[in-house]
Nanobody
């Protein structure tokens, strides 16, 4: 069973920063893969935040462009999400996800991914 473990969530005031990490060492990487961050608030659908693939090509949701940065440390098998200028509307449970065999622009649609972590909570207060 694939194991993805998120960490780094917490509470922060608006305008602050957090860096999320996802240990992907439990994921069996193929030649072509995508890693992504999603978030979900109570009563809302899971929303794609950012994705990165094996070539370091990235995709961002419009709501986080210019504020969030996705990156990966291939040696350590860790996926990161640097979140700056946080807003109250960024409050959500954040999940990392992995999938192989995806080609083209790394997707941020939840149905594309079948391997998920348990999530880490991010709370931004005004």
């Amino acid at each position: 069973q694939v194991q993805l473990v998120e960490s780094g969530g917490g509470s922060v005031q608006a305008g602050g920063s957090l860096r999320l990490s996802c240990d992907t060492s439990g994921y069996a990487y193929s030649k072509f893969y995508c890693l992504a961050w999603f978030r979900q608030s109570p009563g809302k659908e899971r929303e794609g935040v950012a994705a990165i693939d094996n070539t370091d090509d990235t995709t961002y949701a419009d709501s986080v462009k210019g504020r969030f940065t996705i990156s990966q440390d291939n040696a350590k098998k860790i996926l990161y999400l640097q979140m700056n200028r946080l807003k109250p509307e960024d409050t959500a449970m954040y999940y990392c996800a992995a999938e192989d065999g995806l080609v083209g622009v790394p997707p941020i649609m939840a149905y594309e991914y079948h391997h998920w972590g348990q999530g880490t909570q991010v709370t931004v207060s005004s």
